[in-house]
């Protein structure tokens, strides 16, 4: 059976994508049980950095948000699963999340998706 849980994180491909996001954020998480506890875990890691603590928080909500739309858009639109345009979508939200707050986060939009992966090292 198809529930919530399995949909945004037990599924491989998804769980997949949430290590590939968490990774070029310089951060190795550990599966849970249920998104409750995965939303726990994520708002607890801490940094130092504010931004990179922010971008982690959006990281979050574009994840869930994009693995969301992929799945409706299989089940009502027949589209296909692709995992690199999924990731690349995720990032793109999250930088254009983050051009809305007040912090003056000096790179393109363009640039961070390109190299979100130094999202670490340019917010440390």
Known sequence: MEDIDHILISCSVSWAIWEDIAADMGVQIVIQDNIRDLYTSWINRRFTNRTRRKLWLASFFSTMWSLWMQR?????????????????????????????????????????????????????
Request: hydrophobic share 45%; with cysteine; charged share 15%.
């Open 72 to 124: 409706n858009g299989i089940l009502f639109k027949q589209q296909t699963m692709d995992v690199k345009s999924l990731c690349h979508i995720i990032k793109w939200r999250v930088v254009t999340w983050s051009k809305t707050w007040e912090e003056n986060i000096p790179y393109s939009a363009d640039l961070l998706v390109q190299n979100f992966q130094s999202i670490p090292m340019l917010f440390n």
